[in-house]
C-alpha cells in the first residue's frame, strides 16, 4: 500500500514536498508517479521516475518548478514542489509500477490515498 504525505496550505511562490512510501514493500524497482485532481477536472499527471536509471518527465505546467526525485535508501519518492501557483491547488497522488516506465494513470497497479495541497493567492 502507498502512503503519500506532505501535502498542505501555502501561499503563491512557496513550496512543499510530498512524500511516497510503500508500507512493507521497497519502491525501489517501480516507477511512480504522480498525479493530480483538483475539484470539478480530471485527474492529471504530474511527473514520473523510472525505475532502475530513474530518468524523469514532466508535464508542461510543471516544468522548471517540480522535481520528482527517489530516496533509495528510504525507499521513498518525493516531488520537490517550487514557486507553486493556485492552479497546482489539488489532491495528490503518487502510483507505482513493476514497469520501467508508464505515463498513464490505467498503466500504474498501485495507488496512495492522497494528500491536499491548497496554495493561496
Known amino acids: 500500500q502507498l502512503q503519500a504525505s506532505g501535502g498542505g496550505l501555502v501561499q503563491a511562490g512557496g513550496s512543499l514536498t510530498p512524500s511516497c512510501a510503500a508500507s512493507g514493500r521497497t519502491l525501489r524497482r517501480c516507477a511512480v508517479g504522480w498525479f493530480r485532481q483538483a475539484p470539478g477536472k480530471e485527474r492529471e499527471g504530474v511527473s514520473c521516475?523510472?525505475?532502475?536509471?530513474?530518468?524523469?518527465y514532466y508535464d508542461d505546467s510543471v516544468k522548471g518548478r517540480f522535481t520528482i526525485a527517489r530516496d533509495k535508501a528510504k525507499h521513498t519518492v518525493y516531488l520537490q514542489m517550487n514557486n507553486l501557483k493556485p492552479a497546482d491547488t489539488a489532491v495528490y497522488y503518487c502510483?507505482?509500477?513493476?514497469?520501467?516506465?508508464?505515463?498513464?494513470?490505467?498503466?500504474?497497479?498501485?495507488w496512495g490515498q492522497g494528500t491536499q495541497v491548497t496554495v493561496s493567492s
Open positions: 521516475i523510472t525505475s532502475g536509471d530513474d530518468r524523469t
Open positions: 502510483a507505482a509500477t513493476r514497469a520501467h516506465l508508464a505515463t498513464m494513470g490505467d498503466e500504474y497497479e498501485y
